[in-house]
Antibody
């Protein structure tokens, strides 16, 4: 049984950096053939993929956010940093396992989500 | 504006059949990328409901099915139950954007 848990500050000031960590239990990231990713959901809105990382450290980012986002992996956790945040970055941030095969990308395990509010 | 288009809402009475459409383009669904569906209840994380167009994860009842044709996909629920009331999202990959993409979501109301 896989379990993912997000953690990090729930309040970030505008122009600062949002940082979240996702701890994985029930599987070892280094042994996995899957990717690990971040998805966010602004209040009352839909889902947006932020980016994903492989155990080797290879990353893929949503082009719309790539200039401000960094995803990294260490031990059995992976992290998200979003720089220069504004109110539009206020959202519930989810971490999830991304299964990848040819022509196939899905998120089969999700964390419970962490609400991050950008406000002064 | 989402890359994958879904109706904002659908509704049906208990016992009825409802379908939720997901319309894409030649760079995502039409390019052969699989479509996946997620179910989300208020205040909770999305849950994988259908993967690889028409495969149900363990625990998902067989009254829920998925299909894909051309540049579109759909999720069908027969024998609608009150517990099906939730938000539903389709998801695929877009080769032009080089990004995982989601539909805007559909709110299913059981009347």
């Amino acid at each position: 049984q896989l379990h993912l848990q997000e953690s990090g500050p729930g309040l970030v000031k505008p122009s600062e950096t949002l940082s979240l960590t996702c701890v994985v239990s029930g599987a070892f990231i280094r042994d996995s053939t899957d990717y690990w990713g971040w998805i966010r959901q602004p209040p009352g809105k839909g889902l947006e993929w932020i980016g994903s990382i492989y155990s080797s450290g290879t990353t893929y980012y949503n082009p719309s956010l790539e200039s401000r986002v960094t995803i990294s992996v260490s031990e059995n956790q992976f992290s998200l940093r979003v720089r220069s945040v504004t109110a539009t970055d206020t959202a519930v941030y989810y971490c999830a396992r991304l299964r990848y095969r040819l022509y196939f990308y899905d998120f089969d395990w999700w964390g419970q989500g962490a609400l991050v509010t950008v406000s002064s | 504006q989402s890359v994958l288009t879904q109706p904002p809402s659908v509704s049906g009475a208990p016992g009825q059949r409802v379908t939720i459409a997901c319309t894409g383009s030649s760079s995502n669904i039409g390019a052969g990328y699989d479509v996946h569906w997620y179910q989300q209840f208020p205040g909770t994380a999305p849950k994988l409901l259908m993967y690889g167009n028409n495969n149900r994860p363990s625990g998902v009842p067989d009254r829920i099915s998925g299909s894909k044709s051309g540049t579109s996909a759909s999720l069908a629920i027969i024998g609608l139950q009150a517990e099906d009331e939730a938000d539903y999202y389709c998801q695929s990959y877009d080769s032009s954007l080089t990004a995982v993409v989601f539909g805007g979501g559909t709110k299913l109301t059981v009347l």
